[in-house]
């Protein structure tokens, strides 16, 4: 079974960076995406960044080009390296792991597209 652990998170202010990880066990590497998604407070849980089998990306809108995933094969941590962070990056974080394939790849942002989560990290940016 697919096991995720998130760590990482914490309070920042604006602008400030952080680096989420992500340890992945029971799984393997060549078969699972991974991504990272968010809520927050009152809305439903949106795709931030995601990474497949060859090391392609794909991120928000609101995140690109501040965010970075990133995964370490020898560590089976993925990460999410997040800079200039706006209050609007506030919300749990999580990690998630989803079988690579045409369905992931039609929608890799898509929750529907993972089927393994971590149980969160907490990321508050104020100002």
């Known amino acids: 079974r697919v096991q995720l652990e998130e760590s990482g998170g914490d309070s920042v202010e604006f602008g400030g960076s952080l680096r989420l990880s992500c340890r992945v066990s029971g799984y393997r590497p060549s078969r699972y995406a991974m991504g990272w998604f968010r809520q927050k407070p009152g809305k439903e849980r949106e795709g931030v960044a995601a990474?497949?089998?060859?090391?392609?990306?794909s991120y928000a809108d609101s995140v690109k080009d501040r965010f970075t995933i990133s995964f370490d094969n020898a560590k089976k941590t993925v990460y999410l390296q997040m800079n200039s962070l706006k209050e609007e990056d506030t919300a749990m974080y999580y990690c998630?792991?989803?079988?690579?394939?045409?369905?992931?790849?039609?929608?890799?942002?898509?929750?529907?597209?993972?089927?393994?989560w971590g149980q969160g990290t907490q990321v508050t940016v104020s100002s």
């Open positions: 990474i497949d089998v060859f090391g392609a990306t």
């Open positions: 998630a792991a989803g079988q690579f394939g045409v369905n992931w790849v039609l929608a890799p942002l898509d929750q529907t597209s993972f089927r393994f």
